[in-house]
Each structure stands twice: as structure tokens, then as C-alpha cells.
């Protein structure tokens, strides 16, 4: 009979914490930086180091202009609140993050209704997609929003393929509706794929990066898009 070997005592006990890749920390380095960092008047403008982050995050992105923000959830929220109006529709998958982890989000703050589609590990085709698109009228909600998330969380991680992404936003633009990108993970997806980050944003009207996923920011997020979206996105971050 095979007994384990009992855990060496001298040793201090291990732990293995797979929770989230939210729960990592900044190193050292990063704390020096923020301890030397100049700063100013994010909303004047004068802050040279949230600037910097916004002008290098939407070049990464193939983006206008971009905006820092808090967290991913207020990205996502801001997004619906700027590309929508109360009584609208979106469309998101039904596990993806705006549904399953935002409290309630779109219809508390936006007033909007999110109809979830369905689809293998977070994603859904521009099949699905165009087969939700109602007829217009004016007894249905306005579709105004389709939102894809890259990487899925809650569809384990999985990275939605260029090809797909892009004809789901062919399928949307065609039908006049905006595209979204939860890119909370989108560096998962750039590292996993090889594929630009600039090449998965660019057909999104708005996309944001989160600093907290696997980056070892204490917080933060920056969204992106059109400098007209932008401003909109700024006046509802004021509120």
C-alpha cells in the first residue's frame, strides 16, 4: 500500500491560489514608479502620466483617443451608456461578463434590456447574431449595441479567432448597430493567437484594456475609441 511522504516541517506551507488573475500585485519596480510619478489634473488634462497611458493604450489599440477609468466594469457600462438610449436593446453573449458579473448594470444605469445568445465558450456566430436582429418597428426594443468579450471569462478563457470576430462585426455595422469589446483579457488573447491587438479592435467602435487582469495593477482600465465617443464617454464618467 503506496503512503504519500508527509510535508517536510521545516519548510513553510504552500499555498496555490488559482482564484483569479486579478489577485496579483504590484512589484516592486511598479511601486518605485508610482511613488516618482509627476502628476496633475486628470480632468484639465495636466496629468502627464494618465496622458501617456491613454495615448499609448489607443495606439496599441489602432484607436482616436481613449479614456482611464476605474475599473472594466465602469468601461462596459460608459460603453452602453454612450452608444445607447434608455429602451434600447443590446446583444451580448448570455455568460458574458455585462450579464453574468455587473449587477444588473445596462438596466440599472442605461436603461437598456441585454438579450443573451447563445454559443459554445462564451461566443456566438454571425449566424446566431443575424437570427436575433428583429424586424424594426415601433412596438420592439431598438438594437443598437452588439458586445463580444475577448477573452471569454466565464466560456473558460476562450479566444474568439480574428474571422469570427470580424464577421460578427461585418453582420452588425451592416445591420447599423455599434460594436463593443470587453477586452478585460485581450492580451490573453494577442499572446495565445499572435494576433495584433490593433487587428482584434479594429472593427470595434469601442474597446477598453484592464490592468488588473494578470498585470499586477491595484486598479484601473482604459477605454477606447472615436475622440467623438470619447467625449461622451467623458461627460458620463463626470456624472
Excluded at 495636466?46 to 497611458?53: K, T
Aim: proline share 8%; hydrophobic share 40%.
Amino acid at each position: 500500500m503506496y503512503t504519500p511522504p508527509r510535508p517536510d516541517p521545516s519548510l513553510p506551507p504552500l499555498r496555490v491560489n488559482l482564484y483569479s488573475d486579478t489577485q496579483t500585485k504590484p512589484s516592486p519596480a511598479m511601486k518605485e514608479a508610482m511613488m516618482r510619478a509627476e502628476v496633475g489634473d486628470e480632468q484639465l488634462g495636466e496629468d502627464p502620466a494618465v496622458n501617456a497611458l491613454c495615448d499609448r493604450m489607443a495606439a496599441l489599440l489602432g484607436k482616436e483617443a481613449a479614456l482611464f477609468l476605474p475599473s472594466g466594469t465602469m468601461c462596459n457600462q460608459i460603453a452602453i451608456l454612450t452608444h445607447t438610449r434608455p429602451g434600447d436593446e443590446v446583444l451580448a453573449h448570455e455568460r458574458s461578463h455585462i450579464i453574468m458579473s455587473e449587477g444588473g448594470g445596462p438596466g440599472a444605469l442605461a436603461g437598456v434590456m441585454v438579450n443573451g445568445l447563445r454559443g459554445a465558450r462564451g461566443q456566438f456566430d454571425a449566424e446566431t447574431l443575424a437570427a436575433s436582429f428583429r424586424p424594426r418597428s415601433r412596438y420592439a426594443p431598438p438594437q443598437t449595441l452588439v458586445a463580444v468579450e475577448q477573452t471569454a471569462n466565464h466560456g473558460g478563457g476562450s479566444v474568439w479567432p480574428l474571422d469570427k470576430l470580424d464577421e460578427v462585426a461585418e453582420a452588425t455595422h451592416q445591420r447599423g448597430l455599434a460594436t463593443h469589446m470587453d477586452g478585460a483579457r485581450l492580451m490573453n488573447a494577442v499572446i495565445a493567437s499572435g494576433t495584433a491587438a490593433s487587428d482584434f479592435a479594429q472593427q470595434m467602435d469601442s474597446v477598453w484594456l484592464d490592468f488588473t487582469k494578470g498585470l499586477g495593477a491595484p486598479r484601473g482600465a482604459v477605454i477606447c475609441g472615436p475622440a467623438s465617443f470619447i467625449d461622451t464617454a467623458w461627460r458620463w464618467k463626470q456624472r
